[in-house]
């Protein structure tokens, strides 16, 4: 059984931190491309961050120089460091895992709030 567990989440204060974690089981972790999504209120799921098995990365625009994704293949987990909060970061952050463009898995997401 394929699970995707995003833990990390919460309420932060505008220019606070976070470390999202998506700890992974039941797939060959290194052999898939990993990525981070998000779901504002009333908006679509977006790409924030993805990497690649070869450790390549690609950011979101808006998140560029402020998101940071790294990944562990000895812990099969992917990491997601949010420096720098916004209040339009508030969204539920999604771990996703691809291995082609007809397999993949998505995690239950993450709460990140961003206020004052």
Same mark, same amino acid.
């Given at each position: ?6 833990? /990390?989440? =919460?309420?932060? #204060? ?7 974690? !998506?700890? +992974? ?13 998000? #779901?504002?209120? =009333? ?8 990497? &690649? &098995?070869?450790?390549? +990365? ?18 099969? &987990? ?11 970061? &508030?969204?539920?952050?999604? !771990?996703?895992?691809? $291995?082609?463009? $007809?397999?993949?898995? $998505? =995690? #239950? /997401?993450? #709460? ?5």
């Amino acid at each position: 059984q394929v699970q995707l567990v995003e833990s /990390g989440g =919460g309420l932060v #204060q505008p220019g606070g931190s976070l470390r999202l974690s !998506c700890a +992974t089981s039941g797939i060959i972790f290194k052999d898939y491309d990993m990525g981070w999504y998000r #779901q504002g209120p =009333g908006k679509q799921r977006e790409l924030v961050a993805d990497i &690649t &098995t070869a450790g390549s +990365t690609n950011y979101a625009d808006s998140v560029k120089g402020r998101f940071t994704i790294s990944r562990d293949n000895a812990k099969n &987990t992917v990491y997601l460091q949010i420096n720098s909060l916004k209040a339009e970061d &508030t969204a539920v952050y999604f !771990c996703h895992a691809r $291995w082609s463009s $007809w397999l993949f898995y $998505w =995690g #239950q /997401g993450t #709460q990140v709030t961003v206020s004052s």
